[in-house]
């Protein structure tokens, strides 16, 4: 949901929300074989499975316009954003992968600011930088776990990410 709230004929506020219902299940069984290199089987064992991860929650937004009297406006948004962990991210076929069993969505912001407008009849543009900032990104890095000797490739949530930028668009009709 959303709503324009037009402050003054060049200034307007619109905010926003957003209520997310995430569903990740794994329901089944599959198989554990591990072999020698000689391809003789050492392990043949079947995995059942229920794994349900519910969640639920809003997200919000807000917006900003000024326009100018020369044809511009200037912009400005923010809003929080997610990535849910999915099944590929909860589950490996390999035996050198281990998962933890904590895995979290990513969470964090997505925010822009800039200016577009038209120049003459036949040329628009419109140039922003921006940020996005995810906290609680899912990773892999090699560790070796308390049951295993071996290194394992350990996904997990490993840290946080800072993307930014620039950019524009310039079109001439």
């Known amino acids: 949901g959303e ?13 926003g929300f957003r209520y ?14 591990n072999t020698d290199l000689a391809g003789n089987i050492l392990l043949d064992e079947t995995v059942f499975e229920e794994n349900i991860k519910e969640r639920d929650f809003f997200l919000f937004g807000l917006g900003l316009s000024y326009k100018m009297n020369v044809g511009l ?6 809003s929080q954003n997610y990535r849910s962990v999915t099944f590929n991210d909860i589950r490996t076929a ?3 992968a281990a998962i933890d069993e904590n895995l979290t969505d990513e969470n964090g912001y ?6 577009r407008g038209k120049l003459l009849d ?3 543009f419109d140039a922003s930088v921006y940020a996005l900032y995810y906290n609680d990104k899912i990773g892999e890095y ?9 290194l394992v490739r350990y996904r997990d949530n490993v840290g946080t990410a800072l993307t ?3 950019e524009s668009l310039i079109d001439w009709n």
């Open 3 to 15: 709503n324009i709230f037009k402050i003054t004929p060049k200034f307007s506020i619109t905010p």
């Open 110 to 115: 997505t925010s822009d600011i800039g200016v």
């Open 73 to 78: 406006e200037l912009y400005a948004n923010a």
């Open 164 to 166: 930014y930028g620039f």
């Open 20 to 33: 997310e219902n995430i569903k990740t299940q794994a329901n089944g069984f599959y198989r554990k074989i």
């Open 122 to 124: 036949n040329v628009s």
């Open 142 to 150: 090699l560790t070796q776990l308390p049951s295993s000797a071996a």
């Open 94 to 96: 390999n035996p050198s």
